[in-house]
Each structure stands twice: as structure tokens, then as C-alpha cells.
């Protein structure tokens, strides 16, 4: 008997460990979360949210305003390409942009991210680069 209930134990308990991790939103900020590239639209980048970064361009949105983007490690686009996380921080200007600075293979960049679309699964945006 006790065999039985052991089995049954370690089934519940592996069939836990197996499930997949649910993507926490949060509903004060959509934003805040990993979000992947997944297409191109119109002129604008579309990601959809995921719990963590593909080997693409990726946004990491933290609550403080800080945030990770993985991006092209150096100055060739031509692929293969590789990726690197940069740190940075975030701060939103007005209901619709986003004012991002962040590092680069180069240095340090500037830019808005102009929010055109965004829910709980996917983010649409373009970026606004400042002319400095």
C-alpha cells in the first residue's frame, strides 16, 4: 500500500514539475515583461510576450525602468548574427512612447518606441530616433 501511495506522490509530483511556467502580466503595466520579435508590419516591429528572450531581438521591460534588450552583438548585420544583452532604462513619455536608453557594441543609443498596438499577448511598435 504504501508503495501505491508513494507512486502516486512521485506522478502528482513530476506531472507538477512538468507544467509550464504561466507568463505573469501585470495589469497596471502591460509592458513590463519579455517581449519577442515575431514579424515585421506596416513599417512597425510586432513582438509577442514569453517569459524569456529568444536568439532575436528581445525587449525586457522591468517595473523599476530598468530593461535588457538583446540585440545584434556588432556592427555587421549580415548573418549569421549574433546577440547580446544591453542594459538600460525605460521611462514612458505620454500614453504612446517610450523614451529608451541603452547600451550597444558601439556605445550608448537614444531612441522612443512609439506604441501603436499593445495587450496582454502582443506588442506593435516603431522607433523614433532622436536627432542629435
Do not use: H
Not at 41 to 54: P, T, V, Y
Not at 87 to 96: E, F, K, L
Amino acid at each position: 500500500m504504501k508503495k501505491i501511495i508513494f507512486a502516486i506522490f512521485s506522478f502528482l509530483f513530476l506531472l507538477g514539475a512538468c507544467s509550464k511556467d504561466e507568463i505573469k502580466i501585470d495589469p497596471d503595466n502591460l509592458l513590463i515583461g519579455v517581449w519577442n520579435y515575431s514579424g515585421y508590419q506596416d513599417n512597425s516591429l510586432i513582438f509577442s510576450r514569453n517569459n524569456e528572450f529568444i536568439d532575436n531581438q528581445c525587449y525586457r521591460f522591468n517595473a523599476d525602468g530598468s530593461l535588457t534588450e538583446r540585440k545584434n552583438s556588432g556592427w555587421c548585420g549580415t548573418p549569421p548574427i549574433s546577440y547580446a544583452d544591453f542594459s538600460g532604462t525605460w521611462n514612458i513619455i505620454n500614453d504612446t512612447l517610450i523614451q529608451v536608453e541603452v547600451g550597444y557594441w558601439g556605445g550608448t543609443t537614444n531612441y522612443k518606441l512609439d506604441i501603436e498596438e499593445l495587450d496582454s499577448k502582443s506588442l506593435k511598435a516603431s522607433y523614433i530616433y532622436d536627432d542629435n
